[in-house]
Protein backbone atom coordinates (compact mmCIF):
# COMPACT_ATOMS: atom_id res chain seq x y z
CA UNK A 1 0.00 0.00 0.00
CA UNK A 2 1.52 3.03 -1.25
CA UNK A 3 1.76 5.97 1.79
CA UNK A 4 2.39 9.57 1.66
CA UNK A 5 2.55 11.76 4.89
CA UNK A 6 3.31 15.55 4.30
CA UNK A 7 4.38 18.10 7.57
CA UNK A 8 5.86 20.95 8.36
CA UNK A 9 2.54 23.19 7.02
CA UNK A 10 1.90 26.49 9.44
CA UNK A 11 1.22 29.97 9.87
CA UNK A 12 3.65 32.53 8.49
CA UNK A 13 4.19 36.23 8.01
CA UNK A 14 4.98 37.44 4.38
CA UNK A 15 8.44 37.47 3.17
CA UNK A 16 9.15 34.18 6.00
CA UNK A 17 10.06 30.64 5.01
CA UNK A 18 8.67 26.88 5.45
CA UNK A 19 9.94 23.49 4.75
CA UNK A 20 7.57 20.69 3.75
CA UNK A 21 8.20 17.26 4.18
CA UNK A 22 6.63 14.12 2.68
CA UNK A 23 7.24 10.91 4.04
CA UNK A 24 6.66 7.99 1.99
CA UNK A 25 6.53 4.28 1.45
CA UNK A 26 5.04 1.24 -0.23
CA UNK A 27 7.12 1.94 -3.55
CA UNK A 28 10.46 1.72 -5.23
CA UNK A 29 10.76 5.64 -4.32
CA UNK A 30 13.66 6.11 -7.03
CA UNK A 31 11.69 4.96 -9.48
CA UNK A 32 9.11 7.62 -9.46
CA UNK A 33 8.92 11.67 -9.98
CA UNK A 34 7.81 13.47 -6.95
CA UNK A 35 5.71 16.51 -7.13
CA UNK A 36 4.35 19.53 -4.62
CA UNK A 37 0.73 20.60 -5.50
CA UNK A 38 -1.10 23.13 -4.07
CA UNK A 39 -4.89 24.27 -3.91
CA UNK A 40 -6.20 27.21 -2.61
CA UNK A 41 -9.82 27.66 -1.64
CA UNK A 42 -12.48 28.29 -4.90
CA UNK A 43 -9.41 27.06 -6.88
CA UNK A 44 -8.10 24.02 -8.76
CA UNK A 45 -5.26 22.24 -7.72
CA UNK A 46 -2.10 23.69 -9.59
CA UNK A 47 1.12 22.30 -9.97
CA UNK A 48 4.61 23.48 -8.19
CA UNK A 49 7.34 21.74 -8.28
CA UNK A 50 9.00 17.98 -9.19
CA UNK A 51 12.09 16.22 -9.37
CA UNK A 52 12.85 13.67 -10.77
CA UNK A 53 13.64 9.98 -9.41
CA UNK A 54 17.24 10.64 -9.47
CA UNK A 55 16.74 14.21 -8.16
CA UNK A 56 19.31 15.47 -10.85
CA UNK A 57 16.26 17.33 -12.73
CA UNK A 58 13.46 19.32 -11.37
CA UNK A 59 10.77 21.89 -12.48
CA UNK A 60 9.16 24.71 -10.96
CA UNK A 61 5.87 26.56 -11.74
CA UNK A 62 6.58 30.20 -12.65
CA UNK A 63 4.91 31.50 -9.78
CA UNK A 64 7.58 30.02 -7.39
CA UNK A 65 10.23 29.82 -9.33
CA UNK A 66 13.60 31.25 -7.73
CA UNK A 67 11.59 31.10 -4.08
CA UNK A 68 10.72 27.70 -3.69
CA UNK A 69 13.54 24.52 -4.01
CA UNK A 70 12.42 20.81 -3.98
CA UNK A 71 15.12 17.86 -2.97
CA UNK A 72 14.59 14.54 -2.31
CA UNK A 73 16.53 12.49 -0.03
CA UNK A 74 16.23 8.44 -2.04
CA UNK A 75 17.91 6.74 1.33
CA UNK A 76 15.34 8.00 3.43
CA UNK A 77 12.46 8.15 0.75
CA UNK A 78 11.63 11.95 1.27
CA UNK A 79 10.85 14.75 -0.62
CA UNK A 80 11.04 18.39 0.50
CA UNK A 81 10.03 21.72 -0.61
CA UNK A 82 11.92 24.81 1.18
CA UNK A 83 9.91 27.79 0.42
CA UNK A 84 10.92 31.14 0.82
CA UNK A 85 9.93 34.73 0.70
CA UNK A 86 6.38 33.37 1.22
CA UNK A 87 3.82 35.63 -0.36
CA UNK A 88 -0.15 35.30 1.03
CA UNK A 89 -0.86 34.49 -2.79
CA UNK A 90 1.33 30.92 -1.61
CA UNK A 91 -1.32 30.31 1.11
CA UNK A 92 -3.09 26.97 0.26
CA UNK A 93 -3.12 23.25 0.84
CA UNK A 94 0.16 21.76 -0.14
CA UNK A 95 -0.14 18.01 -1.41
CA UNK A 96 3.14 15.58 -2.41
CA UNK A 97 2.30 13.40 -5.09
CA UNK A 98 4.00 10.21 -6.61
CA UNK A 99 4.48 10.09 -10.37
CA UNK A 100 3.75 6.80 -12.41
CA UNK A 101 6.25 7.41 -14.54
CA UNK A 102 9.69 9.07 -13.42
CA UNK A 103 9.91 11.74 -16.55
CA UNK A 104 9.35 15.32 -15.57
CA UNK A 105 5.51 15.95 -16.05
CA UNK A 106 3.02 18.61 -14.59
CA UNK A 107 -0.15 17.78 -15.44
CA UNK A 108 -2.11 15.73 -12.14
CA UNK A 109 -3.32 13.10 -13.92
CA UNK A 110 0.32 11.30 -14.28
CA UNK A 111 0.03 11.30 -10.47
CA UNK A 112 -1.88 8.47 -8.74
CA UNK A 113 -0.44 8.31 -5.85
CA UNK A 114 -1.13 11.25 -3.27
CA UNK A 115 -0.66 12.77 0.28
CA UNK A 116 -3.81 14.34 2.69
CA UNK A 117 -1.77 17.64 2.61
CA UNK A 118 -0.63 20.33 4.59
CA UNK A 119 -2.24 23.62 5.19
CA UNK A 120 0.12 26.69 4.59
CA UNK A 121 -1.06 30.14 5.66
CA UNK A 122 1.09 33.70 4.75
CA UNK A 123 -0.36 36.48 6.36
CA UNK A 124 0.55 39.62 4.82
Known amino acids: QVQLAESGGGLVQAGGSLRLSCAVSGLTFSSHAMGWFRQAPGKERQFVAI????????NYANSVLGRFTIVRDNAKNTVSLQMNSLKPEDTAVYYC?????????????????WGQGTQVTVSS
Open 51 to 58: ISGSGTST
Open 97 to 113: AASRINGIVTANTFYPY
